[in-house]
């Protein structure tokens, strides 16, 4: 059974910085684009960073160029989200998806975490 798992959500001061990581099982990495998307109350999902199964597109959505980066261990099924001066908008469920495409797009992806917390605040 496919499955993702989000870890690393909590609170942090604005202008800091945080680690978000997943695992997936049950599909192989390489064979998706994979990538995090965020969903703030009362706002719409919307993808943050998306990167492509060969590693050499990427996406990245404008409140966070220069600020998050992604990384990817296709042996280990595994990716992460580094985050850095963080504001108090980015404060939002964080979750990662893989699926077949590269998309800005949410219903490209068909494999989601369940969502960790990512709490901005002084």
């Known amino acids: 059974q496919e499955q993702m798992v989000e870890s690393g959500g909590g609170l942090v001061q604005p202008g800091g910085s945080l680690r978000l990581s997943c695992a997936g099982s049950?599909?192989?990495?390489?064979?998706?684009?994979i990538g995090w998307f965020r969903q703030a109350p009362g706002k719409t999902r919307e993808a943050v960073v998306c990167?492509?199964?060969?590693?050499?597109?990427?996406y990245y959505g404008d409140a966070v160029k220069d600020r998050f980066s992604i990384w990817v261990d296709a042996a280990k099924n595994s990716l992460g989200l580094h985050m850095k001066d963080l504001k108090a908008d980015d404060t939002a469920v964080y979750y990662c998806a893989a699926g077949p495409s590269l998309g800005r797009q949410g219903n490209l992806y068909h494999y989601w975490g369940q969502g960790t917390q990512v709490t901005v605040s002084s």
């Open positions: 049950g599909f192989r990495f390489d064979d998706y684009s």
């Open positions: 990167i492509s199964s060969d590693d050499r597109l990427a």
